[in-house]
Nanobody, 117 residues
Framework: QVQLVESGGGLVQPGGSLRLSCAASGSIFSDYAMGWYRQAPGKQRELVASITNGGITNYADFVKGRFTISRAYAKNTVYLQMNSLKPEDTAVYYC???????????WGQGTQVTVSS
């Protein structure tokens, strides 16, 4: 089992910034990708950004140029720096990890991000 613990969500004004963190613990895979998804009320969960074990990143079009994903390998932690936040970024943000070579995937409990004036 892998446990993912997210932190860093909260309330921010439009144009503001937040940084989300997700720390993995437990039976961590030897090779795994990490990512962030989000789910707004009444909408499906969608990919925000991901990063492979080799550091290759992928972003949804709606966050390109505003969000940056990074990871600290020694800490088994992934970060999401969110800048120029918009009200439509309001959602619960979920951390995800997927093993590269075996069919295993885990989710965090989610952290609320609210962008409002």
């Amino acid at each position: 089992q892998v446990q993912l613990v997210e932190s860093g969500g909260g309330l921010v004004q439009p144009g503001g910034s937040l940084r989300l963190s997700c720390a993995a613990s437990g039976s961590i895979f030897s090779d795994y990708a990490m990512g962030w998804y989000r789910q707004a009320p009444g909408k499906q969960r969608e990919l925000v950004a991901s990063i492979t074990n080799g550091g290759i990143t992928n972003y949804a079009d709606f966050v390109k140029g505003r969000f940056t994903i990074s990871r600290a390998y020694a800490k088994n932690t992934v970060y999401l720096q969110m800048n120029s936040l918009k009200p439509e970024d309001t959602a619960v943000y979920y951390c995800n990890t997927k093993a590269t070579y075996v069919p295993a995937e885990y989710w965090g409990q989610g952290t609320q991000v609210t962008v409002s004036s």
